[in-house]
């Protein structure tokens, strides 16, 4: 069984510039959540869709982030304009059911923002 | 306020030997518990989950323990092996169980 797939491993921006996630979750999950992670930090949520429903993007910062998943599978997180704090690792992962006992994680994004 | 606190040192055992790692967290009732694996690079993969009304879970050389009167879960890792070092996370779902929290994590190094 695929896991969830992430594209690129990483990505360089210089600041001011807009930079996209795309997530695969694995299919039959509903539910996709994206996360970023500091170094020496655990992740933090940002976005939790059901199916194609946003329910929680209570900690996503609204002004710059986005998020969509049209079709409730796949899913797209944008920054613009990036800023140095975005640095960080971006992490998709998927669980069956909210609330669903685990979540499977992709790799990760590593972002840097010059 | 709310946290959750793991150990932000590294913890260095010899093989063979059995590694505890904690998780203390304050002002949450979660409905259950959960440890997580990180390696470098990589997101966190699920090890063991521990409800609330359970005090101990084991699955092969590891064991949980939840004390929810002490806030606390302890996670260990018997006749360790170099293959265990990695970053451990506990996470604690909370929110009704919609929403997972992650604590710092800790990095196990296990020396030969």
């Given amino acids: ?114 | 306020s709310q946290k959750i606190e793991q150990n932000s040192e590294a913890l260095n055992i010899q093989e063979g030997k059995t590694a505890t790692l904690t998780c203390n967290y304050t002002n949450y009732s979660p409905a259950y518990l959960q440890w997580y694996r990180q390696d470098p690079g990589r997101g966190p993969v699920f090890l063991l989950l521990i409800r609330e009304n359970e005090k101990e879970k084991r699955k092969e050389r590891l064991k949980v323990t939840f004390d929810t009167t002490l806030k606390q879960s302890l996670f260990h890792i018997t006749a360790s092996q170099p293959a265990d070092s990695a970053t451990y996370l506990c996470a604690l779902m909370t929110g009704g169980g919609n929403k997972l929290t992650f604590g710092t994590g800790t990095q196990l190094k296990v020396e030969l």
């Fill in chain 1, 1 to 114: 069984e695929a896991g969830v797939v992430q594209s690129s491993r990483y990505k360089i921006i210089e600041k001011k510039q807009p930079v996209a996630f795309w997530c695969n979750p694995i299919s039959g999950h509903n539910t996709l959540y994206w996360y970023r992670q500091n170094l020496g930090q655990g992740p933090e949520l940002l976005i939790r869709y059901e199916n194609e429903e946003a329910v929680d993007d209570s900690q996503l910062p609204k002004d710059r982030f986005s998020a969509e998943r049209l079709k409730g599978v796949d899913s797209t997180l944008k920054i613009q304009p990036a800023e140095l704090g975005d640095s960080a690792v971006y992490l998709c992962a998927s669980s069956f059911i909210t609330g669903g006992e685990t979540q499977y994680f992709g790799p990760g994004t590593r972002l840097l923002v010059l």
